[in-house]
């Protein structure tokens, strides 16, 4: 690795999440569901760091944020620095595409590719989603399948972990009503 990586665990209101940075923003985000020595060890793989680091003022905010997140917050990441630079130039694409949809908002794998040129690229739209290494940042969860049916979702828990962040966001999808409703923050806590 050319750039120096750095990793730091934190609590969130359903478990344990972590996340490694570099210089230009951050490069992996593990979701609740690990325990958090499984956590550790992929982040320690990640980074080769043996122990976490203290996190930069622009880190300690984008956990504050994802903190929140998963308490139910409507959250914005825009300004989260994310480094997707090893990803392939389709991959980068897509993902930023992914962030400009704002929360509590879905679109399909069809519409996302039409969105960035390649009409015919659903399939490879769900492809660079399936490797996102920064899920809820880059927010895949927001992408589903014709007909808004969930699709799949390759971060921990799988398309369970999927529909319990659209169901955060309130977000609808085939399983819910059109006008779904945001769950309380402490209905989740059985979500994750």
Not at 40 to 60: C, D, F, H, Q
Not at 143 to 157: H, K, T
Not at 166 to 180: I, Q, R, T
Request: charged share 25%; aromatic share 8%.
């Amino acid at each position: 690795m050319s750039n120096e990586y750095h990793y730091r665990l934190f609590e969130t209101a359903f478990g344990p999440c972590g996340l490694a940075w570099g210089e230009d923003g951050i490069v992996n985000l593990r979701i609740p569901g690990e325990d958090a020595v499984t956590i550790e060890r992929r982040l320690r793989e990640l980074t080769g760091k043996r122990a976490p680091s203290t996190p930069s003022k622009p880190i300690v905010a984008a956990i504050v944020k994802i903190q929140a997140y998963l308490e139910g917050r409507d959250v914005s990441f825009d300004d989260v620095a994310v480094d997707v630079s090893g990803c392939e130039p389709l991959h980068q694409k897509v993902y930023a595409a992914a962030r400009a949809l704002p929360y509590g908002r879905t679109t399909t794998y069809g519409e996302m590719a039409k969105s960035i040129g390649e009409p015919e690229g659903a399939r490879d739209v769900g492809y660079a989603l399936s490797r996102n290494p920064i899920a809820i940042i880059v927010p895949c969860h927001r992408i589903l399948a014709a007909g808004n049916q969930i699709g799949g979702f390759s971060a921990y828990g799988g398309t369970k972990t999927k529909e319990r962040l659209l169901v955060l966001e309130g977000a609808p999808f085939a399983a819910l009503p059109a006008k779904a409703k945001k769950a309380p923050a402490d209905q989740l806590q059985l979500l994750f």
